[in-house]
């Protein structure tokens, strides 16, 4: 069965300092990969996908990046925090050529930036 | 402009009551329509999807519904749990990769 992972689990940090945030899937291969960022109240807001190692699509223009080292590796970046990173960051996988679009989260980093 | 409205925003109920949740979309194309649910401090879990030509599906105590022509589609639990206290999100996929997120209604199942 497949299975994801994203850690730390919380994390807190002043503002201007970095931020690496993991997720790894395993159980599958060439999964597509998402990172969403949900703030309190508000709906989940695509941040990056991926559909293979090195390949980056970003949505929203923000201070954050995103890396796909490896099949089954996503990391979130950013080199200096800002307050309105602060929010709860999701990451999720589909399998490939899927018309459903099922998207299988991990249990989220709740990131607050001080 | 693609868009999922839900209603409410919250909601209450006593526990082994029922309530129906909707959500009103403004999407094209649209592929499916899913309903996930979220618990607080964790990741969504799919509850059902709906493809254009399906106007129900049920999941045990969750049952949804679809009307294509009117892009509405709700969420109703029956005889409700204190385990179904979370957020309900509503989204819609307009093809391979793009996904519309409603912004969810959050329910508390009071003992």
């Known amino acids: 069965s497949q299975t994801i992972h994203q850690w730390p689990a919380t994390l807190v940090q002043p503002v201007g300092s970095p931020l690496s945030l993991e997720c790894t899937v395993e159980g599958t291969s060439n999964p597509n990969l998402y990172w969403y960022r949900q703030a309190a109240g508000r709906g989940l807001q695509l941040l990056f996908y991926?559909?293979?190692?090195?390949?980056i699509s970003s949505e929203v223009p923000q201070n954050l990046s995103a890396s796909r080292p490896q099949d089954r590796q996503f990391i979130l970046s950013s080199k200096k925090l800002l307050l309105s990173d602060s929010g709860f960051y999701l990451c999720?996988?589909?399998?490939?050529?899927?018309?459903?679009?099922?998207?299988?989260f991990g249990p989220g980093t709740r990131l607050t930036v001080l | 402009k693609n868009q999922v409205e839900q209603s409410p925003q919250s909601l209450i109920i006593l526990e082994g009551k029922n309530c129906t949740l909707q959500c009103n979309y403004t999407v094209s194309p649209f592929s499916n329509l899913r309903w996930y649910k979220q618990d607080t401090g964790r990741g969504p879990v799919s509850l059902t999807i709906m493809t254009f030509s399906e106007n129900t599906k049920s999941n045990g105590r969750y049952t949804a519904t679809l009307d294509a022509d009117t892009k509405q589609s709700s969420l109703h639990i029956t005889a409700s749990q204190l385990s179904d206290s979370a957020s309900y999100i509503c989204?819609?996929?307009?093809?391979?990769?793009?996904?519309?997120f409603g912004t969810g209604t959050r329910l508390l199942v009071s003992p």
């Open positions: 999720a996988w589909t399998r490939t050529a899927t018309i459903y679009n099922e998207q299988f």
């Open positions: 989204v819609v996929n307009t093809g391979f990769q793009k996904l519309v």
């Open positions: 991926s559909v293979g190692i090195g390949q």
